[in-house]
């Protein structure tokens, strides 16, 4: 069973456009992670948000994190065409991460 | 340094058929994780382990065993392959354990079973 949920599943815009995308989870968690996914490639750490945190900043990357509604938001502010990519949320507990199905991502030039 | 790495990176078996996915990292990482990507769906954790000589079951483990003999190593055998296990499998693998800190993926390994 999938924990995290992400929302849209697919996300097209264009270059310098702001993109949001949405995760909700259905259990408790010690903290929550977003991973990007290049095209036929692993995964790869982007930012991670504890569960006594609300909001976490890395370059243009900006996390929430709404414990009360279990859910969490990743905004990239100025898209850029390398930006394409699947995002996927991950909440973790019980030395596991619990992943969504991803939001794909595409900037358009 | 590597990182994680994965051996092989494609294959294709016949029903029936076994084979084992090396998983390696050289970042003296005391976790690490198998995961299957199947389209549509995001990653799911087939077995971990929490240090050398340990392994536990993730949320999909039936059809495939595991071994961490040595810290840097973690393998993933299929025994009898079904084509349910066509699928790309991710290894990962992180310092503590990975509901606190981030996990460091391999590129995976593409598994198609006819």
């Known amino acids: 069973s999938q924990q995290g949920e992400e929302d849209p599943q697919a996300l097209s815009i264009q270059e310098g456009e702001n993109a949001t995308m949405n995760c909700s989870y259905k259990?408790?968690?010690?903290?929550l992670q977003w991973y990007r996914q290049n095209s036929g490639r692993g995964l790869v750490h982007l930012i991670l948000?504890?569960?006594n945190e609300r909001e976490k900043h890395s370059g243009r990357l900006r996390v929430t994190l709404d414990t009360s509604k279990k859910s969490s938001s990743l905004l990239i502010t100025a898209s850029r065409a390398a930006d394409t990519a699947s995002y996927f949320c991950?909440?973790?507990?019980?030395?596991?991460?619990?992943w969504g199905a991803g939001t794909k991502l595409i900037i358009k030039p | 340094n590597a990182g994680v790495t994965q051996t092989p990176k494609f294959r294709v078996l016949k029903t029936g058929q076994s084979m084992t996915l090396l998983c390696a990292q050289d970042?003296?990482?005391?976790?690490m994780y198998w995961y299957r990507q199947d389209p549509g769906m995001g990653l799911r954790l087939i077995h971990y382990?929490?240090?050398?000589?340990?392994?536990a079951k993730g949320e999909v483990p039936d059809g495939y065993n595991v071994s961490r003999l040595k810290k840097q190593n973690f393998l993933l055998g299929l025994e009898s392959a079904a084509p349910s296990q066509t699928s790309v499998y991710f290894c990962?693998?992180?310092?503590?354990?990975?509901?606190?800190?981030?996990?460091?993926f391999g590129p995976g390994t593409r598994l198609t079973v006819l």
């Open positions: 990962a693998s992180s310092y503590v354990g990975g509901h606190y800190n981030e996990q460091f």
């Open positions: 970042m003296n990482h005391e976790y």
């Open positions: 382990s929490v240090g050398e000589g340990t392994t």
């Open positions: 259990t408790s968690i010690n903290n």
């Open positions: 948000i504890r569960s």
């Open positions: 991950a909440g973790g507990s019980n030395y596991q991460l619990i």
